[in-house]
């Protein structure tokens, strides 16, 4: 990444001359602790359910012609009214930005609700997968994060001190055919999750008291009513809320905004175009060898095939050299094998599983420079395909709010493609919302932000961005010049 991104990235966002702000402080009500919620039937509500006279109601299984043209065919929603004394935010999505979004919020007095999908956790793409009852440990996505920007180093500095997370001190490198292998430098340090990446995320907010998190929930429609957002599940009221967030992208994302009255949010959401990437999980008895039969890494991105661009040995990176575990192995394709065998990712034909295995196996088998049908069989084998697997494109902007919609968006793909920018994203959004909280809905027009933001192509790795690594391609992303931005 240049340095006109990192720049960026190290930045908060404001609007232009905006009248300075306090720090906000909203009363509250009595509030629990986190509250998790698994989707059961809703109590009976009184209240009334919120209508849409003026809008078609459309299929969930909507095509993206049909969703882009109602995108840029609905009407703008407009709220005039003051917000409530207790301001409410709901978030939608639970990974990295959608979770620093609301520890952000609440560090300025600001109650939220987050609705996430996942089944057994929160994380997004910090995803870690227990297979029982070998207890066999993959992290599936992100596989480590690396540091460029100072505030985001003292989040990771505050998670080291609370054992949430520690340096990957292992061997990683890159792997051509035939086994050759170049160690990368241990500089800049590799961060990992003590048990994995997906219990950082659980973790980061078991401590807050104005945040409540509801899962697993698919939110499927946004409805304004009497100066509030109202969401729902399939029918069931989830709530009302101040503003909203949308922490999370791809089709269900822009299924969402279709018919919502948020055009121009939903028309930047539209633009991010995202990579398709094969995993495949794999657990053998023993480590893998090299062509001469040395064990030599942890982790490798690997060049020079289509059906593998990395592969990293979980065990050895979580529980290191004394564990009797078996060696279970993340595999990655790169985007273009991942987008020629794209399929359904809810449901992957058998044959095409099959196919995917068979293909990457051989893709290690060859990177490790070994004689074909050398490679020990794995006694587990998992494939899942990542459809909207990581951001191609970028606008290089912090954060999107729509200040007359009251509505924002956060997520790594607004400043680039990994976890550091996911953060930055998700606690930018926040001091904007709470500033736009405190001073901004009597004038809307100064805190608007992204919504006619252009976008830029992404470089890096097929899984994703690592500030600093050397072997990391260069961004070209020029500043945006519209916008004050400061530290």
């Known amino acids: ?158 998670w080291l001190e609370k054992g949430l997370i520690q340096q990957w001190k292992g061997v990683v490198g890159v792997l051509e055919m035939g086994g050759q292998f170049t160690q990368l430098p241990l500089s800049p340090p590799r961060f990992i999750g003590v048990d994995g990446m997906r219990p950082l995320a659980d973790s980061l907010i078991s401590q807050t008291s104005l945040v409540d998190v509801v899962r697993p929930c698919w939110i499927s429609k946004l409805e304004p009513f009497n100066g509030m957002w109202h969401l729902s599940e399939n029918g069931k009221p989830r709530g009302r809320f101040d503003v909203i967030v949308i922490a999370h992208n791809g089709k269900c994302a822009n299924r969402l905004l279709a018919s919502s009255g948020l055009p121009l949010v939903a028309r930047q959401m539209k633009r991010l175009e995202l990579s398709s990437i094969w995993a495949l999980l794999a657990a053998f008895e023993d480590p893998l060898p090299l062509r001469d039969g040395a064990v030599t890494f942890e982790g490798a991105f690997v060049k020079g095939f289509d059906s593998v661009s990395w592969m990293a040995n979980n065990t050895m990176k979580l529980l290191g050299s004394q564990s009797n575990s078996p060696h279970c192995w993340t595999f990655f394709s790169t985007a273009a094998y ?123 790795h097929d899984i994703g961005q690592f500030p600093g690594l050397e072997s990391s391609p260069q961004h070209t992303i020029i500043p945006e010049k519209a916008y004050q931005l400061v530290t």
């Open 338 to 460: 991942g987008k020629r065998n794209k399929v359904p990712q809810e449901n992957i034909p058998t044959a095409t599983a099959e196919k995917v295995k068979a293909s990457m196996l051989e893709g290690v088998e060859a990177a490790l420079g070994l004689s074909k049908g050398s490679l020990p069989k794995p006694v587990y084998t998992r494939v899942q395909l990542w459809g909207a697997a990581l951001p191609t494109n970028t606008p290089g902007i912090p954060c999107i709010f729509d200040p007359h919609g009251r509505a924002g968006i956060c997520g790594d793909w607004l400043l680039g493609s990994n976890l550091e920018s996911s953060a930055l994203s998700g606690m930018a959004l926040a001091d904007h919302i709470a500033d736009y909280l405190q001073t901004g809905v009597a004038s809307p027009d100064n805190f608007s932000v992204g919504l006619e933001k252009e976008f830029q192509p992404i470089s890096g």
């Open 1 to 158: 990444m240049t340095g006109s991104l990192l720049s960026l990235s190290s930045s908060f966002l404001r609007p232009l001359n905006p009248p300075k702000p306090s720090k906000p402080s909203f009363s509250h009500k009595p509030h629990k602790a986190l509250t998790i919620t698994c989707n059961s039937q809703p109590k009976p509500t009184k209240t009334q359910r919120p209508t849409s006279k003026n809008r078609k109601r459309s299929p969930y299984g909507t095509s993206r012609r049909s969703i882009l043209k109602k995108t840029l065919t609905q009407e703008q929603v407009r709220f005039t009214t003051s917000v409530s004394d207790d301001p409410h935010v709901g978030i939608i999505g639970g990974g990295m930005a959608g979770l620093l979004c609301a520890l952000s919020l609440e560090k300025q007095g600001v109650r939220s609700t987050v609705f996430d999908t996942g089944m057994h956790g929160l994380g997004g793409r910090m995803g870690t997968r227990v297979i029982d009852p070998q207890q066999l440990v993959f992290d599936h996505a992100a596989q480590f994060f690396t540091v460029s920007d100072s505030q985001f180093a003292k989040l990771v500095d505050g």
